[in-house]
């Protein structure tokens, strides 16, 4: 199909581990990006990872591509309340325009 | 360096009107995209400038239109309004081939 799937919710409890996960839809998207969106904010470019990568950490994030199954994931270790947010995942596709997911609201506990 | 810019932060305008929607790029990026993004929604893409023209297009009606100036800044314009035109509009800019494209805090536009 031509949609960006992400899971709508996640919940988690500070200081565990938060695992978002995303499919795209063109095998030959050759970026693909994580964005954040706090509420009534633009959106927060967090990492982005080539296609002819399998994994990219940055700090608390780690970004796993499984180009085969076109699958994205994002992990977020040690979670914090601050990074309680909406995030999109997002694929370039040839001509540069991105194409979003409808976005993961993570909410954080306590 | 202020980042990408947009203005006005928010609009209320009523159906059949006109809105103008601005947006300044990161300083150093050439290439200026504009996505709406409905409640709940992800942000769609409108439409690409670079070297002031309209390079690619998303799948939007023809009462969208834009423009790129000389120093790369860009205008969103939307004719005839629709209720559901009301969103929040993003701007996002990038430097010729370089993948990070930074986004702006959006306009937020209200059609009554």
């Known amino acids: 199909g031509e949609d960006v799937e992400q899971s709508l919710f996640l919940s988690v409890r500070e200081g565990d581990s938060s695992v978002i996960n995303c499919t795209y839809t063109?095998?030959?998207?050759?970026?693909l990006y994580w964005y954040k969106q706090e509420p009534g904010a633009g959106l927060q470019l967090l990492t982005y990872i080539f296609s002819n990568m399998d994994m990219k950490q940055d700090q608390r994030l780690t970004v796993l591509l499984n180009k085969k199954d076109k699958h994205l994931s994002l992990r977020i270790a040690d979670t914090q309340t601050g990074d309680s947010a909406i995030y999109f995942c997002a694929e370039r596709r040839s001509q540069g325009n991105l194409i979003f997911g409808k976005g993961t609201k993570l909410s954080v506990k306590p | 360096d202020a980042g990408v810019t947009q203005s006005p932060t928010h609009l209320i305008k009523t159906r059949g009107q006109q809105v103008t929607l601005r947006c300044s790029p990161k300083?150093?990026?050439?290439?200026v995209s504009w996505y709406q993004q409905a409640l709940g929604q992800g942000p769609q893409f409108i439409f690409q400038y670079y070297e002031e023209e309209e390079r690619q297009r998303g799948n939007f009606p023809d009462r969208f239109s834009g423009h790129q100036f000389p120093n790369y800044s860009s205008e969103l314009n939307v004719n005839a309004l629709l209720l559901g035109d009301s969103a929040l509009y993003l701007c996002a800019s990038r430097q010729g081939a370089y993948n990070e494209q930074f986004f702006g805090p959006g306009t937020r536009l209200t059609v009554l």
């Open positions: 300083s150093g990026h050439d290439t």
């Open positions: 063109d095998s030959s998207s050759t970026y």
